[in-house]
């Protein structure tokens, strides 16, 4: 049967037709946006730090993981990075990552999900870190998924983004707990004020 065929079949068995609902829906929102996307943080298993955009950025970050050898970013501002996921000949080489450090666009309150649009030519570099750091500027949290879904804007050379919200987990039936089991074992939020 063709799909205009069995579509042409339920038209003709329709017996009554229903509007659609109301799709209007007000999502959840906090008094204090930026101390919920904090606990929200810390409740999935990361961490916040809060800098001033005019602060020594890769000198917080050495502090923050001072036994790091191998750090990855693209990002002009970072030069601690040794590798650089648009430099890369191959998403391999940055195997062996300790800290990468990523641009977050946007960061949802309500679950501590950040946006975090591809900007590099190696996504990897988000799953294969052994440590995430994401930088975000603290006027881009919102309060809930609906006005996080309103401000995405793809990048148009990759077209891709992810929302990630804490290091990587996973519980087998006997529910141990694994970290870093398919992405980062650690998350920090590095938020710029």
């Keep these: 049967?063709?799909?205009?065929?069995?579509?042409?079949?339920?038209?003709?068995?329709?017996?009554?037709?229903?509007?659609?609902?109301?799709?209007?829906?007000?999502?959840?929102?906090?008094?204090?946006?930026?101390?919920?996307?904090?606990?929200?943080?810390?409740?999935?298993?990361?961490?916040?730090?809060?800098?001033?955009?005019?602060?020594?950025?890769?000198?917080?970050?050495?502090?923050?993981?001072?036994?790091?050898?191998?750090?990855?970013?693209?990002?002009?501002?970072?030069?601690?990075?040794?590798?650089?996921?648009?430099?890369?000949?191959?998403?391999?080489?940055?195997?062996?990552?300790?800290?990468?450090?990523?641009?977050?666009?946007?960061?949802?309150a309500e679950n501590a999900c950040i946006w975090i649009p591809q900007t590099m030519k190696e996504k990897a570099v988000c799953f294969i870190s052994e440590y995430l750091v994401v930088v975000l500027d603290r006027q881009n949290i919102v309060n809930n998924m609906h006005e996080a879904y309103a401000r995405i804007d793809m990048d148009p050379k990759y077209n891709f983004g992810t929302f990630i919200s804490g290091p990587s987990k996973t519980a087998d039936i006997e529910q141990a707990l694994v970290m870093g089991a398919q992405a980062a074992r650690g998350l920090t939020v590095l938020v710029l004020d």
């Excluded at 990361?46 to 750090?71: C, H, M, S, W």
């Design 1 to 108: 049967m063709k799909k205009e065929e069995l579509f042409e079949k339920l038209r003709n068995n329709t017996r009554e037709q229903f509007d659609m609902p109301d799709m209007n829906i007000d999502g959840i929102t906090y008094p204090d946006v930026y101390q919920q996307f904090v606990e929200m943080t810390k409740t999935v298993g990361g961490q916040v730090f809060e800098a001033k955009k005019t602060d020594d950025l890769n000198q917080i970050i050495r502090n923050l993981y001072p036994e790091a050898k191998a750090f990855a970013s693209n990002l002009p501002f970072i030069n601690i990075a040794q590798k650089n996921p648009d430099t890369v000949s191959d998403a391999k080489e940055l195997n062996g990552t300790d800290v990468g450090i990523v641009q977050g666009v946007l960061g949802v």
